[in-house]
């Protein structure tokens, strides 16, 4: 490991104390991003819930996008993974998608542009005593 790669995993692991570890989430899912708010005088935290279209994996430089539709409008939102700003993440719905890229859902609206849920596997206790 390189000069730099030890910087960024120093400064990485700097931004991430005390706060929750990130999920493992991809393009698709349903996320939840918490994002700290300052107004005025007063600190808020604010929900920002929608689509990942597209996640970018650089180290320190890392980031991921989120869309959102408000009625009509689609609003999309580009996070730092890192950052200061962001207080949790939090994975609502995985989702079913075969691209790492998912732009092409801003030119469709309505059903079309649903995504298919990720389920998984329900095993009991009692059926796997069975095999």
Do not use: W
């Not at 698709?28 to 005088?41: A, C, M, R, Y």
């Not at 279209?53 to 430089?61: D, F, K, M, S, V």
């Not at 691209?99 to 859902?105: F, I, P, Q, S, T």
Request: aromatic letters at 6%.
């Amino acid at each position: 490991m390189n000069l730099l790669e030890r910087f960024n995993q120093k400064k990485i692991a700097e931004l991430m104390e005390g706060k929750q570890p990130i999920p493992d989430f991809s393009p698709g899912d349903t996320l939840s991003v918490h994002v700290t708010l300052s107004e005025g005088g007063r600190v808020r935290i604010q929900r920002f819930e929608g689509i990942c279209i597209a996640r970018r994996n650089r180290g320190l430089h890392s980031s991921f996008v989120v869309r959102r539709v408000v009625g009509s409008v689609s609003i999309k939102r580009n996070f730092p993974l890192y950052s200061h700003v962001i207080e949790s993440i939090q994975v609502l719905r995985r989702g079913v998608v075969r691209r790492a890229k998912l732009y092409y859902l801003e030119g469709l609206s309505g059903k079309s542009s649903r995504i298919k849920e990720r389920r998984r596997p329900i095993v009991s206790p009692s059926s796997s005593k069975n095999r």
